[in-house]
């Protein structure tokens, strides 16, 4: 995969011109008057909004076409290819459907620090105000940082400026690639792909979360209903016999409701799971491009032959290199996003329902006899029962935080927990391409990780006039 970026940073520009015979392929509209990307906003300079951090009430909504016209007039007016910034776009708010404010305070369409954007936002639809929440305003804005931090010489550094980490740039080229070779086309449907298998993904968490709260409660009118039918068996008088025996009904009724509606809810479930499979089914039907694989969460492998357990990559999954008390790794990542098998396996053990301390969990055996247990899933694959085989990278389930959880994440132990899964050399080189570090720098993948020679190596500028700018050279 690095070998993919080391032309890629290069090409991106002429990349550009080749869109123009793509179906939605539009003149950009350009504002009359931009302020340069040389120089920084001066102080109380724009008018913003007031919190900025408060979303709009109504956010703006674009359909393909508009979004079209903003990436490729906002690279036009700035020298950068509309590629990184749809790239970008995506990466940061989804196209707009999430725009925050992020847990560091990012907000709006391009995700800008407050304080970057009082220095590098702008006004271009001209209504008065510079708005990170204006999808005018905030892509413009982006195209002039990526500008200024030297993008049109160099867009992997201009992107490594957006945001100081490698794994991010190689997750933006890399889509950005994906976009220019398959044009708008491509773009757009990749889009909609990711967004319905995403979709489906809560889907089925959001419909087993139901199913198992209408278990809990269908479970615990029954045991009401046992223990008022063994009181009235064991009331003496006749009397106090039938009003038990009538409590007992009454709540009996309520537990033959709580069965329906437990019944009304697996099938909704089943409903759901079928229409993950055809996404996914669909969505590794569609494409065979790499660079597409972040964005449908796919399994991420190595020459290691593990596989990451949890798909989406650096910019939404993480670990710390210890847990809290004793040898595991809580991998945090999304509500709903897919585990998969982390090598050859068979199933040791697996409930669907969750325990008080794991949850929903499995524990499997890898082709190298190592012991693994899986904790807190959302949703476990109806395949994964014991004594199933395993391939490495296929599914068994989603990220929940069921049992004894405080966020959504995957707790991954060995069997015994002898020491921690961050130390194993397999999951270590995974750093940058399926997961970052939350507790220290998460460094470049290493030639032995990816195969091939370091894409980009930080050195320091000498020329720049200004501190802290990261040149990359090849």
């Known amino acids: 995969m690095k070998r993919v970026l080391v032309g890629l940073a290069l090409a991106l520009a002429s990349v550009g011109g080749t869109a123009s015979a793509d179906t939605f392929r539009l003149l950009p509209s350009v504002p009359a008057s931009l302020p340069s990307a040389s120089v920084p906003n001066q102080p109380g300079q724009i008018s913003t909004p007031t919190p900025i951090s408060t979303p709009p009430g109504a956010p703006q909504s674009l359909n393909f076409q508009q979004l079209v016209a903003l990436w490729q007039g906002a690279g036009s ?35 800008f620090m407050p304080s970057t954007w009082e220095r590098w936002g702008l006004d271009a639809n001209g ?48 889509l950005a690639h994906t976009f220019g070779s398959g044009g708008l086309d491509t773009t757009f449907k990749l889009d909609r792909l990711q967004v319905s298998l995403d979709g489906a993904r809560k889907e089925v968490a959001e419909a087993n979360r139901q199913l198992l709260a209408a278990l809990r409660d269908q479970r615990a009118l029954a045991k009401q209903e046992s223990r008022w039918q063994a009181r009235a068996e064991g009331a003496q008088l006749l009397s106090k016999q039938l009003d038990l025996q009538k409590t007992a009904t009454l709540v009996g009724v309520r537990e033959h409701a709580a069965a329906a509606r437990v019944a009304l809810l697996r099938a909704k479930l089943r409903q759901a799971a079928d229409a993950l499979t055809q996404a996914r089914t669909q969505a590794q039907s569609t494409t065979t491009a790499p660079t597409a694989g972040a964005l449908f969460a796919s399994p991420v492998t190595n020459d290691s032959g593990y596989v990451f357990p949890v798909g989406g990559g650096p910019s939404v999954v ?157």
């Not at 993008?151 to 890399?174: K, M, P």
């Not at 329902?353 to 929903?360: F, Y």
């Open 127 to 174: 209504d008065g105000v510079a708005d990170p929440w204006n999808p005018e305003d905030a892509i413009y804005a982006a195209a002039r940082y990526l500008s200024a931090a030297g993008g049109t010489q160099d867009i992997s550094r201009g992107v490594f400026a957006y945001n100081h980490a490698q794994w991010y740039v190689d997750e933006v080229l890399q």
């Open 77 to 111: 007016a700035y020298g950068i290819p509309w590629e990184v910034l749809a790239s970008i776009n995506k990466v940061e708010s989804n196209f707009g459907r999430n725009m925050g404010p992020s847990s560091a305070g990012a907000v709006g369409w391009m995700q």
């Open 318 to 474: 993480s670990v710390s290199h210890h847990h809290h008390d004793y040898p595991a790794a809580d991998i945090a990542a999304p509500e709903g996003s897919p585990l998969y098998a982390l090598a050859d396996s068979v199933v040791l053990k697996s409930w669907a329902q969750p325990d008080p301390n794991c949850g929903i969990g499995l524990m499997l055996r890898a082709s190298d006899g190592q012991e693994w247990t899986y904790c807190h899933l959302s949703y476990l694959d109806p395949q994964v029962v014991q004594g199933a085989v395993l391939s490495a990278g296929q599914p068994v389930g989603l990220v929940g935080s069921t049992g004894d959880a405080t966020g959504p994440h995957l707790h991954l132990q060995l069997d015994p927990s002898t020491h921690y899964p961050q130390l194993e050399p397999w999951f270590q080189r995974f750093a940058g391409t399926a997961f970052r570090w939350q507790d220290a720098p998460t460094p470049q993948p290493s030639a032995a990780a990816g195969g091939g020679a370091s894409v980009f190596a930080e050195v320091s500028s000498q020329d720049s006039g200004s501190a802290g700018v990261i040149r990359f050279t090849r």
